[in-house]
C-alpha cells in the first residue's frame, strides 16, 4: 500500500475508534452526564434565584424603614411602630439594629428614659451586631444613665471608646472627662479634653467644648490652689 493511502486508512480507523469510543460513553454514562449537566443549571438557577430574592428583600426592608421614618416625621407612632417592628424582627441584623435603635429613641423623646436606656443596653449586648452599632448603643445607653451612674462606671464603660483612633472620641471622651471632674481628678479630665480638641477628625463643635473644658479646669485648678 502506498504510504498516502496508508496513512489515509489509519486516520480512518482512528476516526472509526474514537467514534465507537465517544458512542460507548454516551451510551453507558449518558443519564449520568446529563444529571450533572441539569444539576449545575439547578445551582446556577437557584444562584440567580437567591440573589434576586436577596436584592427583593432588600429593597423591601428599606422601603420599610423609610416609611416608619416618614410616620415618625408625620407624628404617626402607630404606624411607625408597626413598620419597626416588622423590620426588628425581619432576621436581618443592620436593619433590625436600626428599627431598634429608633424605637429606643422614640422611647427617650417620649420621656420615658428607664426603657430607652434599657433598649440600647439590649443592642449594645447583642454579638449578632457589627461593633459599631454596639458601640453607638453603648454611648446612647451611658449618656441617658449619665446623671445616675457612679463616675467610675462611666470611665469604665467608655474608655475603651475614647482612645485617639477611635471614631467615638469625641462623644465617649467627653463623658469621661466629665466623669473624672466629678471624681475630683482635674488632671485626668484637663488631659482627655486635650486629646479631643487635639484630634482633627472629632467634630468642631465637640472640639470647641473641650477647648472650653479645659480652660474651666485651668480656672479651676488656679482657684483651688489660691485658696
Do not use: C
Not at 475508534?17 to 446529563?34: E, F, K, P, Y
Not at 433590625?96 to 449586648?125: C, D, P, Y
Not at 467608655?158 to 466629665?178: C, F, I, R, Y
Not at 486629646?195 to 482657684?223: F, L, N, W
Amino acid at each position: 500500500m502506498p504510504p498516502k493511502t496508508d496513512e489515509a486508512f489509519l486516520r480512518e480507523v482512528d476516526e472509526e475508534l474514537r467514534r465507537d469510543q465517544i458512542v460507548g460513553v454516551w451510551t453507558n454514562h449518558g443519564r449520568l452526564i446529563l444529571g450533572a449537566i441539569g444539576a449545575g443549571l439547578l445551582i446556577f438557577a437557584a444562584v440567580l434565584g437567591w440573589r434576586y430574592w436577596s436584592n427583593s428583600k432588600a429593597e423591601g426592608q428599606a422601603v420599610k424603614l423609610q416609611t416608619a421614618l416618614d410616620s415618625i416625621a408625620a407624628n404617626k407612632p402607630a404606624e411607625a411602630s408597626a413598620a419597626l417592628t416588622d423590620l426588628d424582627t425581619s432576621g436581618a441584623p443592620g436593619y433590625s439594629a436600626v428599627a431598634r435603635m429608633t424605637e429606643a429613641n422614640q422611647l427617650f423623646n417620649a420621656g420615658k428614659t428607664k426603657e430607652a436606656a434599657a433598649k440600647f443596653a439590649a443592642i449594645a449586648g447583642d454579638t449578632a451586631l457589627g461593633k459599631p452599632a454596639r458601640d453607638y448603643a453603648l454611648i446612647r445607653q451611658t449618656s441617658i444613665e449619665f446623671d445616675g451612674l457612679a463616675p467610675q462606671i462611666i470611665i469604665d464603660r467608655l474608655k475603651p471608646l475614647a482612645a485617639a483612633d477611635s471614631a467615638w472620641l469625641g462623644s465617649a471622651g467627653e463623658m469621661v472627662a466629665m466623669a473624672y471632674l466629678r471624681l475630683n481628678k482635674p488632671n485626668e479630665a484637663r488631659a482627655m479634653f486635650k486629646k479631643i480638641a487635639g484630634t482633627e477628625t472629632v467634630p468642631e463643635s465637640i472640639r470647641q467644648r473641650a477647648v472650653q473644658g479645659m480652660d474651666a479646669v485651668d480656672v479651676g485648678t488656679t482657684d483651688q490652689k489660691g485658696k
